[in-house]
């Protein structure tokens, strides 16, 4: 099961549709076309700041709390979102080239899913949380000390991202930076973040 699927089994994207006002189908076409560039920003970020950085990053942003209250029956906090794309993309400018990328190639509109990017981010970063959180049963604090184990925060991205786009099988979760860098590599061609950057990069120029 791809990203996608265990996100909408969690009711995320009927809850983004609802936020959006559109079909359910539609938000998860768009939610398919923008989680490689997310989960893009979340290997940038493990690499640079290693498996506990990015623990750390998910508890400051909000940690399990941002899945909730995306999945609540109140309006997604949707600054809570730009915040972490603010974290993993940088620049305001990556976010606008993601979506266009996504428009390119679903057909939606550009500025409807610029909209579904911080609400599918904030997701993604609460869904790793929980999912970090459980690991262990010792909260963030101790999923992160059991890092090098299968039950670590090394072993969760790994199941949780590694069959992420196109429903392929996880790799099997090592332990350690490069295990994690690995697991983040969705398609094995490398980062799809790093194109958009570059692209980002000449349409601000």
């Not at 996504?102 to 909209?115: E, H, R, W």
């Not at 911080?118 to 999912?131: F, N």
């Not at 099988?169 to 690995?182: E, I, V």
């Not at 590599?185 to 973040?193: A, I, M």
Request: a neutral charge; charged letters at 10%; aromatic letters at 2%.
């Amino acid at each position: 099961m791809n990203l996608t699927d265990i996100l909408a089994q969690a009711g995320g994207i009927e809850s983004m549709a609802k936020d959006l006002g559109i079909p359910p189908a539609m938000a998860k076409q768009g939610a398919e076309a923008l989680l490689p560039a997310i989960l893009g920003g979340f290997k940038k970020q493990a690499q640079s700041g290693g498996i506990e950085g990015l623990g750390g990053l998910l508890g400051q942003l909000g940690g399990g709390g941002l899945l909730d209250a995306v999945l609540g029956s109140q309006p997604t906090p949707v600054s809570q979102g730009n915040d972490v794309l603010g974290q993993i993309f940088g620049t305001k400018d990556v976010s606008r080239t993601v979506a266009v990328q996504a428009a390119a190639q679903t057909g939606l509109d550009a500025g409807l899913l610029k909209k579904m990017l911080p609400i599918l981010a904030m997701m993604v970063a609460g869904y790793m949380a929980k999912q970090g959180g459980q690991s262990q049963g010792g909260g963030l604090g101790g999923m992160l000390g059991g890092a090098g184990g299968s039950g670590g925060l090394g072993g969760m991205l790994g199941n949780i991202l590694g069959g992420a786009v196109g429903g392929g099988a996880a790799p099997s979760a090592a332990g350690g930076l490069g295990g994690l860098a690995g697991m983040l590599d969705l398609n094995g061609d490398g980062n799809p973040l790093d194109d958009i950057l570059g692209m980002a990069g000449k349409l601000g120029r």
